[in-house]
């Protein structure tokens, strides 16, 4: 079993910033897959971004050039820096480890951006 608890949301305005946070457990982090998802007010759950063990990474189009993934494995963390935010970015935001097949959930962060 992997606990996944993200930290990091809050309320920010239109052009603003927010880095999440999330903390995985586990002694063999560094071989998980990981990723951001979000889930906007009345929509389903979304990509947002992913990154292998190895470091490599993926956007959504929406969070291309605007948001980064980024690990640490010696902390067993995973962040997600968000820049120039927008209203449509509004969402909870949901850290996912996969274990190398079993996939875990955290219970989400909300984002909120409003002026």
């Known amino acids: 079993q992997v606990q996944i608890v993200e930290s990091g949301g809050g309320l920010v305005q239109p052009g603003g910033s927010l880095r999440l946070s999330c903390a995985a457990s586990?002694?063999?982090?560094?071989?998980?897959?990981l990723g951001w998802y979000r889930q906007p007010p009345g929509k389903q759950r979304e990509l947002v971004a992913t990154?292998?063990?190895?470091?490599?990474?993926d956007y959504a189009d929406s969070a291309k050039g605007r948001f980064t993934i980024s690990r640490d494995n010696a902390k067993n963390m995973v962040y997600l820096q968000m820049n120039s935010l927008k209203p449509e970015d509004t969402a909870v935001y949901y850290c996912?480890?996969?274990?190398?097949?079993?996939?875990?959930w955290g219970q989400g962060t909300q984002v909120t951006v409003s002026s």
């Open positions: 996912y480890a996969r274990v190398p097949i079993v996939g875990y």
């Open positions: 586990g002694s063999r982090f560094s071989i998980y897959f």
């Open positions: 990154i292998t063990s190895g470091g490599s990474t």
